[in-house]
C-alpha cells in the first residue's frame, strides 16, 4: 500500500459540490481508501487566464495503484464533473493533482512527483497541514 496526498480545487460552478464530490469518490476509487481530508479553504486564482476564486482541500489516499493508474483514475474522476483539458493556469471545475506518492520520484511528461509547483502554494501547504 502506498500513501499519496491529493490537491483538489475547483472555481467553476458548484465549487463545494464539485469538492465534496472528489472526496466521495476518491474514497470509491479501486484498491483505495481515503484516509484523511482537510478543511475546504477559498484562495485567489492565479496566472492571466485565472478566473473566479478557488476552493481548495487535500487528502491522504491509501493506494495499491500505481502512480499512472491512479492519475487515469484522477483524470477520470474530472472528466465525470465536466472538465475539458484546456491548458496551464485556466478556470477548472475540477482539478486533482497526486502531490506525493510515497517516497517515490516520478519524472515523467504526463506526471511529476513530487508535485513540482504545489507544494510550495500556500492554499496547498494550508491544506496539507490539516492532514
Excluded at 11 to 24: E, M, V
Excluded at 68 to 91: D, F, Q, S, Y
Aim: aromatic share 4%.
Amino acid at each position: 500500500m502506498t500513501l499519496c496526498e491529493i490537491a483538489i480545487g475547483s472555481n467553476l460552478g458548484n465549487r463545494a459540490g464539485h469538492i465534496r464530490f472528489a472526496f466521495r469518490e476518491l474514497n470509491r476509487l479501486p484498491r483505495t481508501k481515503l484516509l484523511k481530508r482537510s478543511q475546504v479553504r477559498p484562495s485567489a486564482p492565479m496566472g492571466k487566464h485565472a478566473g473566479p476564486e478557488y476552493l481548495n482541500a487535500a487528502g491522504i489516499l491509501q493506494t495499491t495503484l500505481s502512480a499512472i493508474g491512479l492519475l487515469v483514475e484522477l483524470k477520470r474522476l474530472e472528466a465525470l464533473r465536466g472538465r475539458i483539458p484546456n491548458g496551464h493556469w485556466r478556470p477548472r471545475v475540477l482539478d486533482l493533482d497526486i502531490l506525493t506518492f510515497g517516497k517515490q520520484r516520478i519524472n515523467k511528461r504526463i506526471l511529476q512527483v513530487p508535485h513540482n509547483s504545489a507544494l510550495s502554494r500556500t492554499f496547498v501547504s494550508h491544506a496539507l497541514a490539516d492532514l
